[in-house]
């Protein structure tokens, strides 16, 4: 199984970037897909989840009304777009896959992508 993340780089305080990670290896629709992301010295945080079919996207609250998460079940992938963004977003954004559960639990997500950095700066 292979999560591979993209679409970080360096951006303006707010401004937009779009994640994108792909997956190969498992049956895609049958995931629960999420991003998370970890900045220097704090723990990893869930950001947004999307449900199987991409029908009910799931937000914490740092990341409502700025960001948006969606999937392409056909193309195995899953993004997120991230607009007005804060140098409070600069982290290490990971995607996770998970079969089924609590979707804010980072513990239970069986598949972890290489992390893409997001750096925000004025």
């Known amino acids: 199984v292979q999560l591979q993340a993209s679409g970080g780089g360096l951006v303006q305080i707010g401004g937009s970037l779009r994640l994108s990670c792909t997956v190969s290896g498992l049956s895609f629709s049958d995931y629960i897909m999420a991003w998370f992301r970890q900045a220097p010295g704090k723990d990893r945080e869930f950001v947004a989840a999307?449900?199987?079919?991409?029908?009910?996207?799931y937000y914490s609250d740092s990341a409502k009304a700025r960001f948006t998460i969606s999937r392409d079940n056909a193309g195995n992938t899953v993004y997120l777009q991230m607009n007005s963004l804060k140098s409070e977003d600069t982290a290490v954004y990971f995607c996770a896959a998970r079969y089924s559960g609590n979707i804010y639990a980072l513990g239970g997500y069986e598949y972890w992508g290489q992390g893409t950095q997001v750096t925000v700066s004025s």
């Open positions: 999307i449900s199987y079919t991409g029908d009910r996207p």
